[in-house]
């Protein structure tokens, strides 16, 4: 199993790391297809709870906000939203009149994983789209895979008391309090680093990066604690079989599109300064 996940992250971490650096269309097309493949997840976990959410609801409107994001950099959000949900909602009346029971319920799924992979997923393209968009998403998520690992290795080394011990027995609060030492210390490395090679503007501050690494580890552990929320509930360990020894989509990003959400609006906050 070590093996398998070796070789998975060997590959994949790669493979997103060159598709950050590429940007434009390969990127973006990347990040659509983790996010479809991931509503797909989505749909496939709540499906095993006995709800019937639609697919064709989430892959319709996940991708629909990430086009929204690529050809018309983030306008129209209003009429797309009302769009969005008027389309639950008929879909919600018409499944009831078919099939009655957990119609309403359906409605607060099919529009929270919309929401969740469509939007939050889908900020990974203007965060990349940013004028310093590779340096920033090469400082954000290596400094979240980073952090992770801090909190793994420090949380098993002092941890004792647990952070969510129904959800997830092995985070502490010792491994959080780890991984945002190590975020906060990584943020600023990066950032010399990508001032080095030009993806980052060389006045690049350094207590950006370590306002980044720590606000990122000290926010996005929600959303792995939100997905392993959803597999709790389903039953399930992970919430697909696609990354040999690594499980699904959601397992891996489910961190990640928080940093590229909270990343993207750090940066604009940057530059309000």
Do not use: C
């Not at 990430?66 to 983030?74: D, E, I, K, S, T």
């Not at 306002?211 to 919430?239: C, E, H, Q, W, Y």
């Amino acid at each position: 199993m070590l093996s398998q996940r070796v070789k998975a992250a060997l590959v994949f971490v790669p493979l997103v790391l060159i598709l950050i650096y590429i940007g434009g269309w390969p990127f973006n097309l990347f990040i659509l297809a983790l996010l479809l493949v991931a509503a797909f997840e989505y749909a496939r976990m709540f499906e095993k709870m006995g709800h019937r959410p639609s697919l064709t609801l989430l892959l319709l409107g996940a991708a629909l906000f990430v086009l929204q994001r690529w050809f018309w950099q983030g306008a129209f959000f209003g009429p797309l939203l009302t769009l969005v949900i008027f389309l639950t909602a008929v879909w919600a009346l018409v499944d009831y009149e078919r099939h009655g029971g957990d119609a309403a319920v359906s409605f607060a799924l099919n529009l929270a994983g919309i929401l969740y992979l469509g939007w939050v997923g889908g900020s990974f393209i203007p965060m990349r789209a940013l004028t310093d968009g590779r340096g920033w998403l090469l400082t954000a998520l290596p400094a979240v895979w980073l952090a992770d690992s801090g909190a793994y290795f420090i949380g098993r080394w002092l941890g004792v008391r647990k952070m969510a011990p129904r959800l997830s027995p092995g985070k502490t609060w010792a491994g959080l309090i780890g991984g945002i030492l190590t975020g906060t210390a990584v943020g600023p490395l990066l950032v010399l680093l990508w001032r080095a090679v030009g993806f980052l503007p060389p006045a690049t501050p350094l207590w950006q990066g370590a306002l980044m690494g720590f606000v990122l580890a000290l926010l996005t552990p929600v959303g792995d604690l939100l997905i392993s929320l959803f597999k709790r509930a389903a039953g399930v360990k992970d919430t697909g079989n696609l990354i040999p020894g690594h499980g699904g989509i959601l397992d891996r990003i489910d961190s990640w599109i928080w940093a590229a959400l909270i990343g993207y609006y750090l940066v604009q906050f940057f530059r309000l300064l």
